[in-house]
């Protein structure tokens, strides 16, 4: 039981010690996000992008009909 806390102790002050040299407090950077505008335009090219391989796929696989339930939002 002792020695189960001891490492554990251990590998605390390793990690506090490696993330204390590895990171630098100093001058955050900060990452801003796109616009809300510009997120929904990558959702919406990436869902069509996705939407455009269903088709292969079905084929692919042998799949003759793909039902969707259109109450669920997208």
Not at 5 to 11: D, E, I, N, T, Y
């Amino acid at each position: 039981m002792f020695q189960a806390s001891w490492v554990k102790a251990a590998c605390l002050q390793l990690l506090f010690v490696v993330s204390a040299q590895t990171h630098d407090t100093s001058n955050p950077q900060y990452q801003t996000l796109p616009t809300l505008r510009h997120q929904a335009e990558l959702k919406d090219a990436w869902t069509a992008e996705r939407k455009a391989q269903i088709p292969k796929l079905l084929q692919k696989h042998g799949v003759g009909a793909w039902l969707v339930n259109s109450s669920l939002p997208t």
